[in-house]
Structure formats: C-alpha cells, structure tokens
C-alpha cells in the first residue's frame, strides 16, 4: 500500500517586521516581560494589502518548486485556517485557482492552531486510502486582522505566516506513520473570536464590545498545553510502534517557549531536539507547524531516514501528532534559471486563465440577461 511521503516544502512570511519594542510603545508592556514570559522577541505581520491566500499562495509554489511538481497536476488542496480570506468560499478555492491547480479537489480545514496536524492526517489518509496520488497542505494565518491591539495579554503573542508541505503516494517504506488527533469543546471559550458567526453575527454592539477580535485566558490555556504536547507526542510515537530514543527532531507548534521547554523536560528530551523559531515570528497558529518543518530542513537538522514528530494544540480544544519519516534529500542547488522560467510561465497562465474565466462568466450572464 502507497503511504504519503513529503517530497516538498516551503514557506513565506511577511516582511513586516514588529518588535516587542514597538508594542511596548502600544500597550502597556515591555520587551522584557514578553521574552521571558513567551521566549518571543518579533513577530511579522501582513502589508494591507495581502490576506491569508496569498500567504498560502507563495507558500505553495515554494512547496512545488522543491518537489519540482506542475501545479495543474496537484489533486488536493488543504488549507488549514483560522483566519480564512472570508467565511467562504473557502481559502483553498483561492489558492487552486490562483497556482493553477486545475484538476484539484479543495476545502479548508479549522482546528485552530492543530489545524495543520488534523489537515496532514486527513491527506495522509486519503492517499494512504488511494483515492489521490497527492496533496498541497497548507498552514496559513494573518491573526494580525483578528488581534486586539489594545489587548496587551493576546497581541504580543500572534503573529502572520504561511507553510506548505506537498505529499506524493510513494511504495516505499517511511513517509506519515501515524497520527493522532483529539479535541475537547468543554474548553471553546479559553481562545476564541466570539463573534462574526451564526451564533453572534456582526452588529454595532458586538464591534462596540470589540468581539470580533482573539479573546484568551491565556494560564488556562498554558495548563491544557504543556499537558497535552508530551501526551500527543507518546500517543504518536507508541501508535508507530516506536519509542522517544529513535525521534531526531520534534517540531512543536510555536505557541510559548515555556510550553515547549515543559514539553522537552516531560519528555526527557534535551531542549535542542524541539526546534524553535517563535522568537522570530511569534505564534503563527496553523503555519507555525509547516515553518518550522520548512525552517529545519533548510538548517540541515532533517536529513534522509530521521524520524520527525510534528506536535501542536490549539483552540477548539484542539491536540494532534504526526510521526513521519523523512525520505527525501533536500535540493542541493537553487533552482536554475531554466526552471524558475518555467515556473513563471505556469503561474502567469494561471493568472491569465483566471481572468480569462471570469471574463467570460461575465459575458455569459450580460448576453443570456432577459
Ligand atoms: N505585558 C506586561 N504584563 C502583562 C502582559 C504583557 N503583555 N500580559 C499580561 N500581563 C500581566 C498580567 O496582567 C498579570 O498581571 P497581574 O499579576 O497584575 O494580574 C501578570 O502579567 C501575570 O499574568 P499571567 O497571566 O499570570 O502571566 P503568565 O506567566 O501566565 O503568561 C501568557 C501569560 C499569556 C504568556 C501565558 O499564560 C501563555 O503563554 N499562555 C498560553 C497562551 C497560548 O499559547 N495561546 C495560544 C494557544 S495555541
């Protein structure tokens, strides 16, 4: 039975960089209380202009780029997402129409900050399944629309980002052993944005009470977390037939360096087995899985044969593993000219073709108009 291998990977966060420094200058904290108590130092936030599709966007090609794949022949799109372009159609429609995935089955996928972890296990299935032979999965947030930037206790964490991962069907012994995934909704309320939905849709009063933005009980939360990464990470390992000693490297979701250093001491692990990047981009939420995947092995801490544990939890309550064992190499060279040629070619012609459809929707509906 084929099982899914990732054979490419990629990322893309934006420029705009905000230090704890420019906060401190917003709301009534300092660069010392947020690095000591979060480990963050940064986080970078979208231009006005870019919304979560186009995180996801840039993400992707780097994804196919690396896996050297055409993007009309990618099957299924997976967007992981709290932060969707707009509550539909979904994020991932954007996406296959914007790279050109013109035979791809696409939907987003919420289970907050798990949610990249929840939408890997479900690709992983449905190829290990056979019902497609790959998958483009996406994590991709800009929480900076949805962050309170008067509310000091949740707008030092958030930060925007976008990773990718592309799976291939491969008869080869590796790529996703085992997953696991869980929730508890008794904990909806820790984190959440309240409004904007069916239950409290979007009136003078819910912008007045200012619901339409990230609330936390941030120590709840804490307590959920540093429980929930070391159980996920031995569920996973244990359902793999497989045991702590033989993980090269856990990539936990990048929520507090805290939670992650209580998760290595839990473990048993010495702390440079969890890879870290929050200081640089804060809590990504659904990207911060895929960056950090992406970051590591462009640093060379994931080579062929190692076994990786992705781990996150998140709002919902959320919780989820995946076990995978790396089988590819990592590009020895950047792409050459000839090939980026090639690749700016097919996302033109997915631009054009966009276009072209929708103009012609236009004139269907002008010339068939009573
Ligand atoms: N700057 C300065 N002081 C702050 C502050 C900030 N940005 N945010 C909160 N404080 C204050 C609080 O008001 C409180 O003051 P008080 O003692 O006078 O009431 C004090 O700092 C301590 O607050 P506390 O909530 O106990 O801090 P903490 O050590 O628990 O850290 C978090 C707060 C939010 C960093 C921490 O609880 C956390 O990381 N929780 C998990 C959040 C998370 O991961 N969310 C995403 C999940 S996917």
Known sequence: MATAHVVGWGKYIPTRVVTNDDLSHMVDTSDEWIRTRTGIAQRR??????????LAVEAAHRALE???????????IIVATVTADMPFPSTACLVQDAIGATHAAAFD???GCTGFI????????MIGAGSYTNALVIGAETLSRFTDW???????????????VFLQAKDLDGGVLSSVLGSDGSGAELLAVQAGGSK???SEQTLADRMHFITMRGREVFRFAVGALPRAT??????????LDDVDLVIPHQANQRIIDAAARSLGLPAEKLYSNLEWYGNTSAASIPIALCEAVEQGLIQRDNLVVCVGFGAGLTWGATALRWTVR???APMSRWETLLYSVQYRYASFRSRLLRALRAITAWWTKE
């Not at 055409?70 to 299924?76: G, Q």
């Open 45 to 54: 936030l979208v231009a006005d202009e870019q919304s979560t599709s186009d």
């Open 66 to 76: 690396v896996a050297g794949f055409r993007p009309a022949l990618v099957e299924l």
């Open 109 to 111: 996928l919420s289970a």
């Open 118 to 125: 929840y939408a890997l296990s479900v690709a992983s299935d």
């Open 150 to 164: 008067t509310d000091r206790e949740t707008c030092v964490l958030f930060g925007d980002g976008a990773g990718a």
């Open 200 to 202: 409290l849709p979007a």
């Open 234 to 243: 031995r569920d996973v390992l244990e359902k793999a037939h497989l045991d």
């Open 330 to 332: 990592a590009p020895s």
